[in-house]
């Protein structure tokens, strides 16, 4: 099944579901169980992250199921733990078509009760992916996240936060880690974030974000000797694609940078579905002066129950 059949299948399901006169829930809120039903398409015009000559796109669907405990300590603080377990499919590069388990627990806590209050957001992931045909790219993304929140007015919201990220090898031989070394990555980065909530309902987000550490891209053949200023080399066969001799091979390069990446975003309520459209762009320059550019866009399905 194509992804965009997949989304709007998905779409149909939801709607039947669900009540005409329902509210709609961006998250899940008092003590208790509580699901998730999650789909998402993308386009992406850079997906290979590479530099302008051997720049390709393709478009991504995503679908989630999962779900948690949510537990709340007095009226200052929440626990939520949480699993989900995810799928992807791709248009023309099938060997990124994956599997993903996900397992989190967020942490929230406010020093009072007033309107305008501050609060803090811990949250610990742990996600494990097996992809379809790509063996170098498998591993575990863990991740930590410590976000400041602010009421800004009755209608916004601001947000700051640190987040750091680890990508590493689970059952891997000593061999295959130095094989797929350019997938061996980490970073940490800051953001900024806004929300303003419409009276309708409707929300509009920003957020900016900066970040340092590995940068991964995949391009046709060697690089040049006297440019080999890179931190791990790996082949990659997900983008290349059917060809007679002589072929050209391709290699993931991984190196250490600064990336800059700006999100801009709209969600609205559909009886118990959230519904929101976001584009993102971004900007990345390793320490060898590569730099490359991605800009995608994603409509989102979201329904708690």
Request: with cysteine; hydrophobic share 35%.
């Amino acid at each position: 099944m194509k992804p965009m059949v997949l989304i709007i299948a998905v779409a149909m399901a939801l709607a039947a579901l669900v009540s005409p006169v329902s509210p709609a829930y961006a998250e899940p809120y008092g003590s208790g169980w509580y699901g998730e039903i999650q789909a998402v398409y993308e386009r992406d015009d850079n997906i290979s992250r590479t530099y302008k000559r051997d720049k390709v796109s393709d478009n991504v669907a995503y679908i989630s199921i999962g779900g948690g405990y949510s537990r709340k300590h007095g009226d200052r603080a929440q626990l939520i733990l949480s699993a989900y377990l995810a799928q992807s499919k791709h248009d023309e590069y099938d060997a990124l078509d994956s599997m993903a388990l996900s397992l989190g627990a967020d942490y929230t806590f406010q020093l009072n009760t007033d309107y305008n209050v501050s609060w803090y957001k811990i949250k610990l992931q742990a996600t494990h992916f097996k992809f379809k045909d790509s063996d170098p790219r498998e591993g575990v993304q863990l991740e930590a996240d410590l976000s400041f929140n602010k009421r800004l007015t009755l209608a916004a919201t601001g947000r700051i936060g640190y987040r750091i990220k680890d990508y590493v090898f689970v059952g891997k031989s000593g061999a295959e880690e130095a094989n797929d070394a350019a997938f061996d990555t980490s970073s940490q980065e800051i953001y900024l974030g806004a929300d303003y909530q419409f009276r309708t309902q409707a929300t509009f987000f920003a957020e900016y974000v900066f970040r340092h550490g590995d940068i991964l891209s995949t391009v046709a053949g060697l690089v040049p000797w006297w440019r080999r200023n890179y931190d791990a080399r790996t082949p990659d066969r997900a983008f290349e694609k059917p060809c007679t001799a002589p072929c050209v091979a391709s290699y993931a390069y991984r190196t250490r940078g600064n990336t800059n990446l700006v999100t801009l975003g709209f969600g609205f309520p559909f009886r118990k579905v959230n519904i929101d459209v976001t584009a993102s762009h971004y900007k990345s320059k390793g320490d060898n002066s590569e730099t490359y550019k991605d800009t995608f866009y994603k409509v989102g399905l979201l329904w708690n129950f």
